[in-house]
């Protein structure tokens, strides 16, 4: 086995090319925009006469937000070594505490006592509902075993720096958080606060989710070729080819991939709970939209620079040329893990800036309170990349050559359990088999 660094060759086609090209544009216009406008705004809070600030009291808004951002950041570099020490418990600690912990912040919305809190509260309450629903019919069977037993094969192959890259990637994603709460402070202090903070949160939103798949992008790959080719590539050669050259095909999946996930998650909610398994059109649109973009496709956009979309279909052929392995991957657990993670670490965070603000300032409870779940849930999902990352490369090897994969005895063994499953008269995995959930 030989260690190489990253030798970068494009073999996207001319229109993904041009594809990549535009949105990699788009991204970092919207990023000079926004520090623009957060430093436009910061400046002209501070320079504000009282009557033009629109009441603002910045000593009570912003000490509890920066408190969760720095919790934020501190969880998910913590759940990330825990994940990476004991995959087993954590799986279960996600499962079982993000319906409790979105219980307790539905409390502490109802607790607030404003009719506006009351939506949060209540969507709270009905979250952890469907939470626990999905985690007592998922924690039944086998899967979480079969999780834990894929995850402790992948620690095996784990890229060495892994842990730096979260840690650089943890710092400056809260550097990056406390900058934006600066520029909301600014904005609350003007009238017209909300044409500010909108496209704020949703810059927010898409660079946390770039940062996110980037590291996606750069651990799968470099796992692929360690499975596939036995060559060990330098990870930070890797993420620096990925940051120059494929961030317009991270940023064109960092919109597509969230659509498509509400798509199919709606279409399966639709299929489960009102029309009792007969909404067949719903799930084949769910189906197609799985062939244009899905988080297996960041594995064929590192190690062959594939456009998103080219990547995503090809790697969903493959997998529909092995029997039964869209099955697998469509009760695999690990992006329903990586979901939870982020809504519990978001609680956690919506719980320390929400009870602050409790304490020292009601009227901002609920506001600050939503930032900060938001802010947890991203910098937790950014902390715990490499595991959807590190399932991506497992499942892709397979599909492309399962005699030569390693760790194959895993995946064949599940793949066996499911035809047996599928077959038997009761059982959880042929429950969900049958729900397609």
């Keep these: ?87 087993e418990e954590a799986l279960w600690a996600a499962f079982w505490l993000s319906p409790l912990l979105t219980t307790v912040m539905g409390f502490m919305f109802m607790t607030i006592g404003t009719p506006e809190s009351l939506i949060p509260g209540l969507g709270s309450f009905l979250f952890a509902d469907l939470q626990s629903k999905y985690v007592y019919r998922v924690t039944r069977g086998n899967m979480i075993k079969y999780t834990t037993e894929m995850y402790q094969d992948l620690i095996d192959f784990l890229p060495a720096k892994t842990k730096f890259l979260a840690f650089l990637s943890i710092t400056v994603g809260t550097l990056y958080c406390c900058f934006l709460v600066y520029g909301i402070g600014g904005a609350r202090r003007t009238i017209q606060a909300y044409i500010y903070i909108v496209p704020i949160i949703l810059s927010f939103g898409w660079t946390m989710q770039v940062m996110k798949n980037a590291l996606q992008v750069t651990i799968s790959w470099v796992q692929y070729t360690h499975f596939t080719d036995h060559v060990i590539t330098s990870i930070r050669a890797a ?144 902390a715990i990349a490499w595991p959807q990352a590190s399932v991506s490369a497992y499942c892709v090897a397979y599909a492309q050559n399962p005699e030569n994969f390693p760790c194959r005895f895993t995946i064949e063994e599940r793949l066996n359990q499911l035809r047996i499953a599928s077959k038997s008269p009761s059982t959880p995995e042929r429950e969900a088999i049958q729900e397609n959930f």
């Design 1 to 87: 086995m030989q260690a190489q660094v990253s030798s970068f060759t494009n073999t996207t086609t001319v229109a993904g090319q041009a594809v990549k090209w535009i949105f990699q544009i788009l991204f970092y216009l919207q990023l000079l925009l926004i520090s623009a406008l957060v430093i436009f705004i910061t400046r002209y809070y501070r320079t504000s006469d009282s009557s033009t600030t629109h009441h603002f009291h910045p000593d009570k808004w912003y000490p509890p937000l920066l408190a969760s951002t720095l919790c934020a950041g501190i969880l998910g570099f913590t759940w990330h070594c825990i994940i990476a020490c004991y995959p």
């Design 239 to 382: 993420f620096r080819d990925t940051i120059k050259h494929l961030i317009g095909s991270v940023s064109l999946a960092s919109i597509l991939l969230p659509v498509i996930k509400l798509i199919q998650d709606f279409a399966r909610l639709l299929n489960l709970y009102v029309c009792e398994g007969e909404c067949s059109c719903a799930m084949e649109l769910a189906v197609h939209l799985m062939t244009w973009g899905n988080i297996w496709g960041f594995v064929h956009v590192g190690a062959y620079r594939k456009g998103f979309v080219q990547a995503a279909s090809d790697t969903w052929g493959m997998f529909a040329s092995r029997a039964g392995l869209l099955k697998l991957i469509d009760l695999d657990l690990t992006g329903a893990f990586c979901f939870l993670s982020g809504v519990a670490g978001g609680a956690i965070c919506c719980l320390v800036s929400g009870i602050w603000s409790l304490i020292v300032y009601k009227d901002y409870t609920m506001e600050l309170s939503i930032y900060a779940f938001f802010i947890g849930y991203f910098m937790c999902r950014l």
